[in-house]
């Protein structure tokens, strides 16, 4: 069913104009809309990703034109799994979103034509039609970080418009150089023209080098990472949870195609400076970030400086050049994800509940929102690395794939980053769970309600946090005859965390191990995909 | 493709390769607009230029020396390329897109802190 493929696009896009549409009749349109959407999504994503498993890869021609004239649209083990990715996390931030806000219809319509061009870059074999998706991509999310009211918000969304064009730009320029030397524009086709022009031509060499510096500055590998802090900081939870999961994985993921499908391993046994290069790199993205996100006390910086070394890490696994450490990068893109949302969404919820974001804020919360806090702890472990969870999974491939490789630099910049996650993780899950909850607080009295959220902790659907004291933080009718009462709502904004985060975090906390205990399931996806880059 | 190096080869190069050089003019002209500007309205129009000059680019790429218009029935071959012009065409597009976006924000940062200086704007956030 190959037809599904542009639906994958197309279905979301015209969805995101249905909130709007429908909007100047009734209200509340816009989470129906992006719920239908997310559901279709998923569907679709999960055919595509049957097809490939069965039939391998699968290739549409966009308006009938036979590559590699026309636009190409292909979809294998890689790209579908990253697919099924987008529909599971926009599934997720959708019900989290519900009780989480922002709940304009505007906001909807963004997420979906995010949604659709993450999908877009994911499915496309095209450099053109990746460039024109990177943009709708950048658009959306520079519009979804400014739903934050702050101006503060505006103004990092406007810093990350300017950057991020520039990098989207650089990345044109690159294309053109491509295209200039070559006449192509398809990913596969140009596999095969480079060589016959010849690698070390300077046009080539060139583009590459722009390519790579553009896409990195959409990563946000650590001297281009500038935008990120801010822009996750500044957007609200549900944005920051979305963005942080796929907005740079799908940059991420676009450089693999470059690296591997545009400019194969051949390039890098005729120019090896050029990856080597991208080694150093990433090995210094990787350390800077660590080292960064260790001094950080506001816990969405922390995490937003995790996740220019992560991402560092995830390139070191493209740029080694073996088939090891490529699995072993992409599944840490696919881990990362899933760990990064989840971590985001515990941590938007840690801190309403809490009544503040900083790394002190925290202490003590294990009483107040164990589910939560356990989860957060899973997840924090997952991204450090421990086994089985999917952290441990990909680090261990890129460290194997670096040794065999020799890239020593990159087997031991994992291990310290290793140590790095550990040491900012470990503060905080210190505060979670070793501190008592600061006096002033006025919470010390109430362990009977506590004792009610530990109990009813299970996700059955009669603890759900009732919104309590006014806030609106569970906006919907049917969960909110929550039996905790409003015994503490007198300056925490939440009393316990809405039943719709908790379940998201718990999702998370279970997909990351589960896909850690089945990582070679997803290697043995990854695998025909690697091993055709390689021949 | 041009090997000698001499004087009327230089003239020759710039006469003929002149649309590269305010490429890069304009490439330059744009990056140093963000960069140097503090007024967040010119960095936008830097953006722009700089987008303008990569449009420039790929629009010359298409060009080529005594061809036709890519329409039928306007002359003979050799046409010139229309490809380039058609993928600079969506990306003006998306280049508009930007502008408005970034626009907005502006307007709605001016809004906050009464100001679209940069520098000012952090002063005005590190006493708060």
């Known amino acids: ?535 | 493709m041009i090997d000698h190096v001499g004087l009327t080869g230089q003239i020759d190069l710039l006469a003929t390769r002149f649309s590269y050089l305010v490429v890069v003019a304009l490439i330059g002209i744009g990056l140093y607009g963000v960069t140097a500007s503090p007024n967040l309205v010119k960095k936008v129009i830097g953006l722009n230029i700089f987008q303008v000059g990569i449009f420039l680019f790929f629009v010359t790429s298409g060009y080529v020396t005594g061809a036709a218009p890519p329409l039928l029935g306007h002359g003979s071959g050799p046409y010139a390329s229309p490809l380039p012009h058609v993928l600079i065409l969506t990306a003006i597009v998306v280049g508009v897109s930007l502008t408005a976006v970034a626009l907005a924000l502006v307007v709605r940062i001016y809004d906050a802190y009464g100001t679209l200086d940069e520098d000012a704007i952090e002063e005005v956030r590190s006493h708060d």
């Open chain 1, 1 to 535: 069913m190959t037809d599904a493929l542009p639906l994958l696009v197309v279905v979301p896009i015209v969805l995101a104009l249905a909130p709007i549409a429908a909007g100047r009749l009734r209200e509340n349109t816009g989470w129906i809309a992006a719920a239908v959407a997310a559901v279709v999504h998923l569907g679709l994503s999960v055919s595509v990703a049957l097809t490939v498993r069965s039939a391998g890869r699968v290739s549409y021609a966009v308006g009938g034109y036979v590559p590699p004239f026309g636009i190409e649209l292909v979809a294998d083990g890689v790209s579908a799994a990253l697919v099924v990715l987008v529909s599971a996390v926009t599934l997720a931030v959708v019900v989290y979103a519900r009780a989480a806000g922002p709940r304009s219809n505007t906001f909807y319509s963004e997420l979906l034509v995010l949604t659709a061009g993450i999908s877009g870059m994911f499915v496309t074999a095209d450099l053109f039609n990746l460039y024109v998706f990177l943009e709708i991509t950048g658009l959306a999310t520079y519009a979804l970080v400014a739903t934050g009211r702050s101006p503060a918000a505006a103004l990092a969304a406007l810093k990350y418009l300017l950057v991020g064009t520039i990098g989207a730009s650089l990345y044109l320029l690159g294309v053109g150089y491509l295209y200039i030397s070559t006449g192509s524009l398809n990913m596969a086709d140009l596999a095969g023209l480079l060589p016959e022009v010849g690698y070390d031509s300077p046009l080539i060499l060139t583009g590459f080098a722009l390519i790579a510096v553009g896409l990195g500055v959409k990563t946000a590998l650590f001297p281009l990472h500038t935008w990120q802090p801010d822009a996750y900081a500044e957007s609200p939870d549900s944005v920051a949870a979305y963005i942080s999961a796929l907005v740079s994985t799908a940059s991420a993921y676009a450089l693999f195609r470059v690296l591997y499908t545009v400019f194969t391993p051949a390039f890098d046994a005729a120019v090896p400076v050029a990856l080597d290069t991208l080694v150093v790199l990433a090995s210094v993205s990787v350390v800077i970030g660590s080292v960064l996100a260790v001094l950080q006390s506001d816990l969405k910086r922390m995490l937003a400086y995790s996740s220019v070394s992560q991402f560092g890490l995830v390139v070191a696994g493209f740029a080694v050049v073996n088939e090891t450490a490529l699995v072993g990068g992409l599944v840490h893109l696919v881990g990362h994800a899933v760990m990064k949302a989840g971590l985001f969404v515990a941590v938007g919820a840690l801190a309403a509940v809490a009544g503040g974001r900083t790394i002190d804020d925290l202490a003590g919360m294990a009483d107040r929102a164990p589910v939560v806090s356990a989860a957060f702890a899973v997840l924090a472990l997952a991204l450090v690395g421990v086994p089985p969870a999917v952290g441990f999974a990909g680090k261990w491939h890129i460290v194997l794939g670096a040794v065999e490789g020799g890239r020593w630099i990159v087997a031991g910049v994992a291990i310290v980053s290793t140590l790095l996650t550990l040491a900012y993780f470990a503060r905080v899950i210190e505060r979670l769970y070793f501190r008592d909850a600061p006096a002033p607080a006025g919470v010390a009295e109430q362990p009977d309600a506590t004792a009610a959220a530990d109990a009813d902790a299970a996700l059955t659907a009669d603890g759900s946090g009732a919104g309590s004291g006014g806030s609106d933080a569970d906006g919907t009718p049917g969960v909110d005859a929550g039996d905790v009462p409003d015994a503490d709502a007198v300056d925490a904004p939440v009393s316990t965390v809405p039943m719709r985060a908790r379940l998201i975090v718990v999702a998370a906390a279970v997909a990351a191990v589960v896909l850690g205990v089945f990582a070679t399931d997803l290697i043995a996806a990854f695998e025909p995909v690697v091993e055709v880059s390689f021949q």
